[in-house]
């Protein structure tokens, strides 16, 4: 590493050399494949602090904190002071469960009363907590803990993030209107200039047999990375969706015969969401992509969340009708973390259950986690549908769920999203050709 400047205040890394070790650590983790967890801390209301201490106060509160993050978890990860009352955390060799857990002890630490000359406080943060993705760069990556970090603190502070885990933005108010705008534009620039992409991530069976892949779209404008949390919301208010939606079929159709004529038949997934099925065009726009794709229906399925298949309206009830009708198959998505009835399950005519990562992820130390998937692969399997767990990230998961009895994996364990040659690369690799 290139010599680190330290911050006087704290002793840490300061804000240039954080970003230089971001970089250097990004790198090592793409040479030898292992994971890299970035922590982004953020001080609860620090504009009081200061108000009420003065800046001396608040350096030594500062001080304090960064003295607490050193104690617990110095040799774990590296720790910086990336902004005035920000601090970050690196980690190489920390998935996303570790990752949560170190998260959770420096939210301990620093809720520990303080003592400031007579005044006895408690300071909580808010966090973010971001996983290395593929192909992603430093800066994007410490940009998603940024933003996760951004609405812990939007959500109330006192808490931490996950990123890829938050809640519905738009809808809860936590991305502001002039990011919508700024995320509405660059969509916008993407779907005239060529800058969506699908990846696609395999499912598997316990034998390695493939069963489907799921198209997840990328999109990228002047060469910068957007995530799929930061623009479906934004896609999803703005009517934008639509738009997405159909290049989304579009592709995914075309991919599908593309594999099939590669003698690499697989299925392929397809995510849909609420404002589509919400559109009397949508059934339209199927019939269309898979007509226009020459391609089998029974090649081409559709993931809803469970929320969508309960929609009662005349739209949603009539496209679901129709998609059944054309032969395409429907999957839940992200099944448990939404707030279904389970009564109406039994109506729903979906074949595939996806039970959502969250479940998957505490896996498989946490009992209680264990009897809530148990239940719910048997009741898939009662209602005949092919029961998948999505986010399997370790060796350990995809064993508690080969003996629960799950039919299939998706996750990081076996592959990552990937682009189309990648994808072929990696199915002619497992001789995954027709066989059947
Ligand atoms: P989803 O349908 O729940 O997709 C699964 C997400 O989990 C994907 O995130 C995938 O990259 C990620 N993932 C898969 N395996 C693992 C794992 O082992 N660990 C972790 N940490 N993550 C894993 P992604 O690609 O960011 O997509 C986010 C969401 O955006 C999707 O959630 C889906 O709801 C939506 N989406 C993506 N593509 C499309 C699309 O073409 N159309 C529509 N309507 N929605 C899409
Ligand atoms: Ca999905």
Redesign the pocket.
């Known amino acids: 590493m290139t010599e680190s400047k330290i911050d006087p205040t704290t002793g840490l890394l300061d804000r240039y050399s954080c970003l230089q070790l971001a970089a250097e650590l990004v790198d090592l983790a793409v040479e030898n494949d292992q994971p890299l967890a970035v922590l982004w801390i953020d001080l609860d209301r620090f504009k009081q602090i200061n108000e009420s201490f003065g800046y001396d106060g608040g350096d030594n509160i500062i001080s304090v904190v960064a003295d607490r993050l050193s104690e617990r978890v110095k040799d774990k990860v590296k720790i910086g002071r990336i902004s005035a009352d920000e601090f970050i955390c690196l980690g190489d060799n920390l998935d ?1 469960e570790k990752a949560e857990k170190l998260g959770a002890e420096i939210m301990r630490a620093i809720e520990l009363p303080l003592t400031m000359g007579d005044f006895k406080i408690r300071l909580t943060a808010s966090m973010g907590i971001a ?1 290395l ?1 593929p192909e992603e760069s430093a800066s994007e990556f410490l940009e998603r803990a940024d933003w996760s970090k951004n609405t812990a603190k939007k959500l109330g502070g006192n808490r931490y993030v ?1 990123s ?1 885990s938050e809640l519905v933005p738009s809808h809860m108010g936590i991305i502001n209107a002039r990011e919508e705008l700024e995320v509405e534009y660059l969509l916008h620039t993407a779907l005239d200039n060529g800058g969506l992409q ?2 696609y ?1 395999p499912i598997l069976d316990f034998k390695g047999n493939v069963l489907s892949v ?5 999109c990228t404008v002047n060469g910068k990375n957007i ?3 930061r623009f ?1 919301p934004v ?1 999803e208010v703005s009517g934008l ?1 639509v738009r ?2 159909e ?2 079929l579009l ?2 159709t075309r991919q599908a015969l593309h594999l099939s004529k590669a003698g690499l038949s697989t299925t392929v997934s ?4 609420r ?2 099925l919400s559109d009397v065009r949508f059934a339209q726009a199927l019939h269309a992509a898979i007509i226009l794709a020459s391609v089998k229906p029974q090649l081409i399925e559709l ?1 809803l ?1 469970e929320s969508l298949f309960m929609d009662d309206s005349d739209v949603v009830q009539t496209n679901l009708r129709t998609i059944r009708d054309m032969g395409v198959s429907l999957a839940i ?2 099944f448990g973390t939404g707030f279904s009835c389970l009564a109406n399950l039994k109506d729903i005519p979906a074949t595939k259950l ?1 039970l ?2 969250a479940f ?2 505490a896996l498989p130390e946490d009992r209680r986690a264990m009897s809530v998937v148990k239940a719910m692969v048997q009741l898939g399997k009662d209602l005949g549908m092919t029961v998948i767990a ?4 370790t060796k350990e998961q995809m064993e508690a769920l080969r003996e629960l009895a799950v039919d299939g994996i ?4 076996y592959a ?2 990937m682009d189309v040659d990648t994808l072929s690369t990696w199915l002619t690799d497992r001789g995954a050709h027709e066989s059947k």
């Open positions: 996303i996983v993705e996950i890829g699908l990846h991530q799921e198209g997840l779209m990328r995530p799929p949390v479906f896609a969706i997405l939606g290049w989304s592709q995914g397809i995510n849909v969401s404002g589509q993931e969340s998505d992200n996806k959502g990562r998957i992820m999505e986010g399997v990230e998706q996750g990081y364990y990552k999203p």
